[in-house]
């Protein structure tokens, strides 16, 4: 009950991403008193039921010398009973288990169309609070050179290979989705993409690969008009029978929607496709690639901007220097809390953990992963248990076969015969339910059905089962049989 009130706050520590901030979780008095009370009257009733069963017999059967000398049938039939349930249970438990596990391992192996490794995203507001600062920084000019101005200071840092400017930028999840529209298709028709605003860095950067065209050079980046980059699922959605190259396409939302975003005069105006990139994730790590439109991020400036800071080994250890390197431009520019999700200061590979359907599937894999050692520890004690009394009863039956000429070998093979049946009724039963179940648990979990744990803990659960068997029947054989006829 103690350990239970840390437990409480596991989910929370292993996975924070996956409950909002708020989430509180406790312990339930009504579901442990519950439990416990379950406990205690499990402990008692299977204590009772053998007390009731002696005090209905033949007191006299229970005197030195009157015991029975062969296991009756029936009672054998309960311990194999019990073996196999064990068996079965436990392995239902390890099919879920592993489901969870793989679905974890497939995310984590999931291509991602670039590289997160060594790359930190530094958010930076742009002076709103300040109105002598904020007043030099109304014009689309002059947001674009000061934040260019901090770029080129970043990249002077050492250690920095790469700085990149992008506005919402930061995968696996990018900016909202906008519609736009493609020439000759008529106003009518505006299919949705992201509209991503970067600088012509952020493709090396990140390492997405250029597939066709090049990218806008440093003057058009200023200019930030006329141009654009798209995606390879964009190309093949749209351009499926054409080269997207050469195409126009206009961004009608491209457009300030409150007083603090600046824009250039021709933002919404035709632009042609000039590059066609790699794909990569920015609907999270788990869903398809949405068609992408990357195009200048000076085409349209908020009060905030993302950096992009590619860096020889872990960036963490240049923030410092990357902070001095910003307070060299402007003193009082703060760089955002790394607490904020969107323009906060981070890693990429912590972006990642932080995608809701990753940080879900650890939590999974990491409990049920959990759960099902202790319950594969419980099930192997168990069984050990059970098998080895049950066959310990049997020492007067083995004393029997060897007396009247059985060999060894046989009286064994007997006492192997009972784990092997009872496990294998468990596997078989066990695997039938986990077939049946596979397929819930796999659309459950979004994995494939993870059968081959089930064969390790069904292997693991057999060798318990024989050599628990093994062991006190080598004992029993061992004795003579006539002090084995005597055993009690």
């Given at each position: 009950?103690?350990?239970?009130?840390?437990?409480?706050?596991?989910?929370?520590?292993?996975?924070?991403?996956?409950?909002?901030?708020?989430?509180?979780?406790?312990?339930?008095?009504?579901?442990?008193?519950?439990?416990?009370?379950?406990?205690?009257?499990?402990?008692?009733?299977?204590?009772?039921?053998?007390?009731?069963?002696?005090?209905?017999?033949?007191?006299?059967?229970?005197?030195?010398?009157?015991?029975?000398?062969?296991?009756?049938?029936?009672?054998?039939?309960?311990?194999?009973?019990?073996?196999?349930?064990?068996?079965?249970?436990?392995?239902?438990?390890?099919?879920?288990?592993?489901?969870?596990?793989?679905?974890?391992?497939?995310?984590?192996?999931?291509?991602?169309?670039?590289?997160?490794?060594?790359?930190?995203?530094?958010?930076?507001?742009?002076?709103?609070?300040?109105?002598?600062?904020?007043?030099?920084?109304?014009?689309?000019?002059?947001?674009?050179?000061?934040?260019?101005?901090?770029?080129?200071?970043?990249?002077?840092?050492?250690?920095?290979?790469?700085?990149?400017?992008?506005?919402?930028?930061?995968?696996?999840?990018?900016?909202?989705?906008?519609?736009?529209?493609?020439?000759?298709?008529?106003?009518?028709?505006?299919?949705?993409?992201?509209?991503?605003?970067?600088?012509?860095?952020?493709?090396?950067?990140?390492?997405?690969?250029?597939?066709?065209?090049?990218?806008?050079?440093?003057?058009?980046?200023?200019?930030?008009?006329?141009?654009?980059?798209?995606?390879?699922?964009?190309?093949?959605?749209?351009?499926?029978?054409?080269?997207?190259?050469?195409?126009?396409?206009?961004?009608?939302?491209?457009?300030?929607?409150?007083?603090?975003?600046?824009?250039?005069?021709?933002?919404?105006?035709?632009?042609?496709?000039?590059?066609?990139?790699?794909?990569?994730?920015?609907?999270?790590?788990?869903?398809?690639?949405?068609?992408?439109?990357?195009?200048?991020?000076?085409?349209?400036i908020p009060a905030y901007a993302q950096y992009l800071v590619r860096t020889e080994g872990d960036p963490l250890t240049c923030l410092h220097s990357i902070r001095a390197a910003i307070a060299s431009v402007a003193s009082d520019q703060q760089i955002s809390s790394r607490a904020s999700a969107f323009n906060g200061t981070f890693t990429l590979s912590e972006a990642i953990e932080r995608d809701a359907q990753y940080s879900r599937q650890r939590l999974f894999s990491t409990l049920f992963g959990v759960f099902s050692a202790m319950a594969l520890?419980?099930?192997?004690?168990?069984?050990?248990?059970?098998?080895?009394?049950?066959?310990?009863?049997?020492?007067?039956?083995?004393?029997?076969?060897?007396?009247?000429?059985?060999?060894?070998?046989?009286?064994?093979?007997?006492?192997?015969?009972?784990?092997?049946?009872?496990?294998?009724?468990?596997?078989?039963?066990?695997?039938?339910?986990?077939?049946?179940?596979?397929?819930?648990?796999?659309?459950?979990?979004?994995?494939?059905?993870?059968?081959?744990?089930?064969?390790?803990?069904?292997?693991?659960?057999?060798?318990?089962?024989?050599?628990?068997?093994?062991?006190?029947?080598?004992?029993?054989?061992?004795?003579?049989?006539?002090?084995?006829?005597?055993?009690?």
């Open positions: 009950m103690a350990a239970s009130y840390w437990l409480a706050r596991l989910p929370l520590l292993l996975s924070p991403d996956s409950f909002p901030a708020e989430s509180v979780i406790r312990i339930n008095a009504s579901i442990l008193a519950f439990s416990v009370a379950l406990a205690l009257l499990c402990g008692i009733l299977f204590g009772l039921v053998p007390a009731l069963r002696l005090s209905r017999n033949d007191p006299a059967r229970a005197l030195p010398g009157r015991q029975a000398g062969v296991a009756a049938a029936p009672a054998r039939h309960r311990w194999s009973v019990l073996i196999a349930a064990q068996v079965a249970l436990t392995l239902l438990l390890m099919a879920t288990a592993g489901t969870a596990i793989r679905g974890f391992l497939r995310l984590t192996q999931m291509p991602l169309g670039y590289d997160p490794a060594n790359v930190m995203q530094l958010g930076i507001s742009l002076h709103v609070q300040n109105p002598a600062e904020w007043s030099r920084l109304q014009s689309r000019e002059a947001r674009a050179a000061y934040i260019e101005q901090i770029r080129q200071k970043i990249a002077s840092v050492p250690r920095v290979s790469t700085v990149a400017v992008g506005i919402g930028a930061t995968p696996p999840d990018a900016d909202v989705q906008s519609s736009f529209i493609i020439d000759g298709t008529g106003d009518g028709e505006q299919p949705q993409a992201r509209a991503v605003l970067v600088d012509q860095r952020y493709f090396a950067a990140l390492r997405i690969p250029v597939l066709q065209g090049r990218i806008w050079n440093a003057d058009e980046n200023t200019r930030g008009d006329f141009i654009a980059v798209v995606n390879r699922a964009f190309a093949t959605r749209y351009f499926s029978s054409s080269n997207a190259l050469g195409r126009q396409l206009r961004i009608p939302g491209l457009t300030p929607h409150n007083r603090y975003q600046a824009h250039s005069a021709q933002s919404t105006a035709w632009r042609q496709i000039i590059g066609v990139v790699g794909d990569a994730r920015n609907n999270g790590v788990d869903q398809p690639v949405i068609p992408a439109i990357y195009i200048p991020y000076t085409a349209l520890a419980l099930a192997l004690v168990g069984i050990f248990s059970v098998v080895a009394y049950s066959v310990a009863q049997r020492t007067t039956e083995f004393g029997v076969r060897l007396a009247l000429g059985a060999p060894r070998a046989h009286v064994l093979w007997i006492a192997a015969r009972i784990a092997l049946v009872s496990a294998a009724a468990g596997i078989v039963i066990g695997l039938a339910f986990d077939s049946f179940l596979g397929a819930v648990l796999a659309h459950w979990m979004q994995s494939v059905f993870a059968a081959g744990s089930l064969f390790v803990a069904a292997a693991l659960l057999a060798v318990s089962a024989l050599i628990a068997c093994l062991l006190p029947a080598r004992q029993a054989v061992v004795v003579p049989p006539a002090e084995a006829l005597r055993c009690e």
